[in-house]
């Protein structure tokens, strides 16, 4: 696609190596030779143990439940994967009405038992297509969601994953005690 950065050896060389372009992402073949991204590089979550753990295969299952607005998994040099999950505030009483529920709050519904275990089948049927050592042991529901005003979200809705592991250390560090 293209042979080096403009004037930029330096970056040529880091990016440009044994003739292949090294993007940063991470991907795996199919059995019929696709290729599918599967992650970033950066963003990768290396385990106490060892085990290199990819978020994106952890999260995406878990943003498709209609109460859940972002996810973030953490674990790094921890002995588990754990989350942080934001719920939905526009979507909330729309579930709880078709769900026969009362109306609650975001702040209510975080530690609501009938949301709670929802939230948790989300968990468990994401955690049911990687292996155990891969898997979302814990969960948390933040009170807030993560939005471009708070500065936990780019311009193109991605989550700013190392503000929002600043942000929330002490409770992820409380996961972990």
């Known amino acids: 696609m293209f042979r080096e950065y403009h004037q930029n050896p330096a970056a040529t060389a880091e990016a440009i190596r044994d003739g292949w372009f090294h993007t940063g992402d991470l991907g795996s073949f199919d059995p019929d030779g696709y290729l599918s991204i ?3 590089k950066k963003e990768l979550i290396v385990t106490a143990s060892g085990k290199n753990v990819a978020p994106a295969p952890l999260e995406d299952p878990l943003r498709a439940h209609p109460l859940i607005s972002q996810v973030v998994a953490v674990g790094d040099n921890r002995p588990f994967i754990a989350a942080l999950i934001t719920l939905d505030a526009d979507v909330l009483p729309v579930w709880l009405e078709n769900h026969d529920r009362p109306p ?3 702040e209510e519904a975080r530690t609501d ?6 939230i948790q089948d989300a968990v468990d049927r994401g955690n049911a297509r990687v292996s155990r050592s891969e898997s979302i042991r814990e969960i948390r529901i933040l009170p807030g969601d993560f939005t471009l005003e708070n500065d936990m979200l780019t311009p193109t809705f991605k989550v700013k994953r190392e503000l929002v592991l600043a942000a929330h250390a002490d409770l992820i560090d409380s996961i972990y005690t």
């Open 104 to 106: 609650l709050t975001v």
């Open 113 to 118: 038992p009938f949301v709670l275990e929802h």
């Open 38 to 40: 599967t992650g970033r």
